[in-house]
């Protein structure tokens, strides 16, 4: 038996080819949503995985660090939720692990509440804020998928480490996007079976 000694996730080829024609700074909170919800409709749509994107933009400018999607099913790991793609490329872009280093002010914007892993692991990431568009039940009813037991008090928990936390932000065209990909009987991956 040969043991694996490396692992790897890569951007699917659609949005590497698309990557040069993204604008390189998004001003408002609005711009950076607006892409994040058009790259999560046309992931789910290439069949790379689930509708989730998520990009890494510096705070206050807006300059584009990374772009990420969910890539479980054409990178075969589970754990390559939109919210961990996207900060591994910030951080592999940029270098380091942490990266709130140096006083960084870096926002992770994504199209919901990540749910327990990448709660989890935007905790772990460096990053000063987090933007979603929305937060509630109608990920999980619309798509099927289990987004594990987050804690009530999430955002609290998030600002209690420095992490600021802002919601709502083109909510409605995020539930659209749900809609869509569970009107579509797309695959979910939920290891345990999908919620119906
Ligand atoms: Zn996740």
């Known amino acids: 038996m040969t043991l694996a000694t490396a692992l790897s996730a890569t951007l699917p080829d659609w949005l590497v080819a698309d990557l040069p024609n993204l604008p390189e700074t998004l001003p408002t909170l609005e711009d950076r949503m607006d892409l994040v919800n058009a790259l999560a ?31 479980v099913l054409s990178s075969g790991l589970s754990s390559q939720h939109a919210e961990v793609t996207a900060i591994g490329l910030a951080q592999t872009a940029l270098g380091r692990w942490d990266l709130g ?17 990448c709660y989890g692991a935007t905790m772990w ?4 804020s987090l933007v979603v568009a929305g937060e509630g039940p109608e990920l999980e009813s619309l798509s099927g998928f289990d987004e594990g037991p987050v804690v009530a008090d999430w955002i609290a928990q998030f600002e209690a480490r420095g992490i600021r936390v802002i919601t709502d932000v083109r909510r409605d065209e995020a539930v659209r996007v749900f809609a869509d990909y569970g009107a579509a009987d797309a695959v979910v991956y939920n290891a345990r079976g999908a919620v119906t």
Do not use: H, K, T, Y
Not at 105 to 112: A, G, H, R, S
Not at 125 to 128: A, D, K, L, Q
């Open 41 to 71: 409709d046309r992931n789910w749509r290439a069949g790379n995985g689930g509708p989730f994107a998520a990009i890494v933009v510096e705070a206050e400018s807006g300059r584009l660090v990374s772009a990420g999607v969910n890539v």
């Open 101 to 117: 280093a140096s006083g960084a002010d870096l926002q992770l914007v994504v199209n919901w509440r990540p749910c327990v892993m």
């Open 125 to 128: 990431s460096g990053v000063r």
